[in-house]
């Protein structure tokens, strides 16, 4: 299997070097790796995606999803779009906050909890990420929320006392935070991985989506979910920019219309997912429901710290997009 995925990652890596600098004489074959798994709702948008530039491209562009972090794990997309082995990709940029803090501002905890909040945050993050991310070697095309953040356990949790020793799965620099800061054991594992952590023991615990969980079936495990909306974390997907600018204006722009349609497609595909998702919970036997109030407000107490925290990495940046937000 380690094999394979390393065949398939040289093989991406002669595609896209191999392929003309400009679209128009021969189509270009892009893989995209995608970190979730091909049923998820990211996964799926991001094939419509693949279709809308086939056709919009008259062929020029022939992308090839690759879900579930087959081509490349979620932690390595990033580096592989930057550095060329793959012309296309989406990541959790939020996974990558040690990099720069920027990138978590979709990760601090109950600054936008709702969908429309958080799209008022990202249009105020935009210009900043965008400027990080070009000087990255990296385009941004499009962008889509996860539901909102809840916890995960398989017992019942009505405190932050209650989550003492626990072993948290975490999938960015913020959610380790909360587990040190809740007083649980982070350890990080990504999405792919999360039914073996739980089935194992390796985890006992996360904070996630309604739609992760039922991705990858966690009822077989976990007991409880509680809806907490910490945060809607997004997903990426961007263009090395060397690829992007080879590229004449015609395509550009055919890929960026694509990518319009399928930030919007996607925002009301994670709104769809997100009842659809904590009602598979339930059937599967999980406890679904909000946190009770003495959780909410330690979290909230947490969140303050998590917030001032962010504020002093981000700096100039950061407080620019919690202005721009408050507005
Ligand atoms: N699912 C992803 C990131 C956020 C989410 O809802 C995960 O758990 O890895």
């Not at 798994?37 to 992308?63: L, M, P, Q, Y």
């Not at 592989?80 to 793959?86: D, E, F, L, N």
């Not at 990099?99 to 909040?117: H, K, Q, W, Y």
């Not at 002093?312 to 940046?317: P, R």
Request: proline share 3%.
């Amino acid at each position: 299997m380690k094999q394979l995925t390393m065949l398939m990652a040289a093989t991406a890596l002669t595609a896209s070097a191999a392929a003309p600098a400009l679209a128009g004489g021969h189509a270009q074959k892009w893989d995209m790796p995608m970190a979730y798994s091909a049923s998820n709702f990211h996964s799926e948008n991001g094939v419509k995606f693949a279709d809308c530039v086939r056709e919009g491209t008259e062929g020029a562009i022939d992308i090839t999803v690759h879900p579930g972090g087959s081509l490349f794990k979620g932690a390595d997309i990033k580096r592989a779009v930057q550095t060329g082995q793959v012309p296309i990709g989406e990541r959790l940029l939020s996974g990558h906050q040690n990099e720069n803090a920027v990138f978590g501002f979709d990760s601090v905890p109950f600054l936008a909890t709702s969908f429309d909040d958080s799209a008022k945050l990202f249009d105020a993050a935009k210009p900043a990420l965008e400027e990080i991310l070009n000087d990255q070697n990296l385009t941004l095309i499009y962008s889509v929320p996860w539901p909102p953040q809840g916890l995960y356990f398989k017992k019942e949790v009505n405190s932050v006392a209650d989550m003492e020793g626990i072993k948290f799965r975490s999938y960015n620099n913020a959610t380790a935070r909360l587990a040190e800061l809740t007083g649980m054991l982070p350890v990080t594992i990504e999405a792919a991985e999360i039914s073996q952590a739980f089935a194992t023991g390796v985890a006992e615990s996360m904070i996630s989506s309604g739609a992760t969980g039922y991705d990858r079936k966690v009822w077989e495990s976990l007991t409880h979910f509680y809806e907490v909306d910490a945060w809607l974390p997004y997903n990426h997907v961007m263009v090395n920019s060397d690829t992007w600018g080879g590229l004449d204006d015609d395509t550009k722009a055919a890929v960026m219309a694509c990518g319009e349609a399928a930030a919007a497609a996607g925002l009301e595909a994670s709104k769809a997912y997100t009842n659809f998702t904590l009602n598979g919970l339930r059937e599967g036997g999980m406890t679904v429901g909000r946190a009770g109030d003495q959780l909410v407000s330690d979290l909230k107490e947490i969140g303050v710290t998590m917030t001032a925290e962010w504020l002093e990495a981000a700096g100039d940046d950061g407080a620019a997009i919690v202005d721009a937000f408050n507005n």
